[in-house]
């Protein structure tokens, strides 16, 4: 007689900070996938505590340093400004725990590569969060190309273009590694990227260019990179941060039709796809649930099952090495590691 196989246990989670995002990315998801927030440390503990008690993270520790070493913590999320991502990715990796990191990873490839590498010797997980790959309107784009409706890749045109946050954003800081592409473009590259296996390859930089943000040296407010892939497709990634409009959408060009994501990366807001061929035009909805929760159950499948996971630590270097491609092909700098005298503000 056989019984009911057991459930995988729940993830042990420690957040680092209590920024706007982690309602939507990390406590949504853990209460619907059924994970536990073990511990939450922000450099104003009335924020942790506030957050904990809305989010019922079971308690609120005095540093991030303390929620890495806490042993009862198993994975930490890290949704710090930029610029710190790496630092405390680092400080959670050489602690023995899996990391699942806001994208982009780091401030620059170079620090990206010492994640990757401090990882693998570490034996730990780092999961960067791009979220909108794990949900079924992403999924749909490849499928069409996966399944021949779309005929051979030809184009794919990524737009994230919305209107200015605050002035007094770290968004628009050059030292937290602020700028369109930081926050915005990286999507819009990412999505270029994962059509690599109906595109012959992954895509390389053919040219870019870019504005800088009135008052902020250094910092782009917006960024166009125009792309080739090995099997002849093109690729265009624009990101866009002082728009008058927001709009995030994913356009794949193919020899019999065409399909476009009308919000690829909030799918929970809009959730349609447009495929047009020959035969007509259609719009499929596939689904409002957060991208978020795909994505915590992919990071949990990993770490439990040993599932795929598309956007590792490898991962999040390519992409980086890309980032740094189109900044300086624009006449930006590399974004900077965060100063020696240690890590800045947390959001």
């Not at 021949?148 to 794919?156: N, S």
């Not at 737009?159 to 800081?173: F, G, K, L, Q, V």
């Not at 709009?247 to 809009?270: K, L, W, Y």
Request: charged share 25%; proline share 7%.
């Amino acid at each position: 007689m056989t019984g009911t196989p057991p459930l995988p246990l729940p993830l042990r989670i420690g957040v680092l900070g209590a920024a706007r995002i982690s309602e939507l990315s990390i406590a949504g998801p853990a209460r619907t996938a059924g994970h536990r927030l073990v511990a939450v440390a922000a450099r104003d503990r009335s924020r942790a505590e506030r957050f904990a008690a809305l989010h019922g993270v079971e308690r609120v520790l005095g540093s991030y340093e303390e929620v890495i070493a806490d042993p009862e913590v198993e994975a930490v999320y890290n949704p710090l400004a930029n610029a710190l991502h790496a630092p405390w990715n680092l400080a959670a990796v050489r602690a023995g725990k899996h990391v699942l990191t806001e994208k982009p990873s780091a401030s620059n490839a170079e620090e990206a590569r010492e994640v990757r590498d401090a990882a693998a010797a570490a034996g730990v997980t780092v999961m960067e969060g791009f979220h909108y790959l794990y949900h079924p309107v992403t999924r749909r784009l490849h499928e069409l190309l996966d399944s021949g409706e779309l005929g051979e890749l030809r184009a794919v045109e990524a737009d994230m273009i919305m209107p200015a946050p605050d002035d007094t954003d770290p968004r628009w800081s050059y030292e937290l590694a602020g700028g369109a592409l930081m926050d915005l473009g990286c999507y819009s590259l990412h999505a270029n990227r994962a059509l690599a296996p109906w595109a012959g390859g992954a895509p390389r930089l053919a040219k870019a260019r870019g504005g800088e943000r009135a008052g902020r040296p250094g910092v782009d407010a917006w960024l166009e990179a125009e792309l080739e892939f090995p099997g002849g497709a093109t690729g265009t990634a624009r990101c866009h941060m002082d728009a008058d409009e927001l709009r995030f959408t994913c356009r794949v060009v193919g020899s019999r039709g065409e399909a476009t994501a009308a919000n690829f990366v909030q799918p929970h807001i809009d959730d349609r796809v447009t495929v047009t061929t020959p035969a007509g035009r259609r719009v499929e909805e596939l689904g409002r649930r957060s991208s978020y929760t795909f994505q915590l159950e992919a990071f949990a499948a990993h770490l439990r099952d040993g599932a795929a996971l598309p956007t590792g630590a490898d991962d999040a270097v390519a992409t980086m090495e890309l980032i740094d491609d189109c900044y300086r092909a624009a006449g930006f700098g590399c974004r900077p590691r965060i100063s020696d005298a240690g890590p800045g503000p947390a959001r």
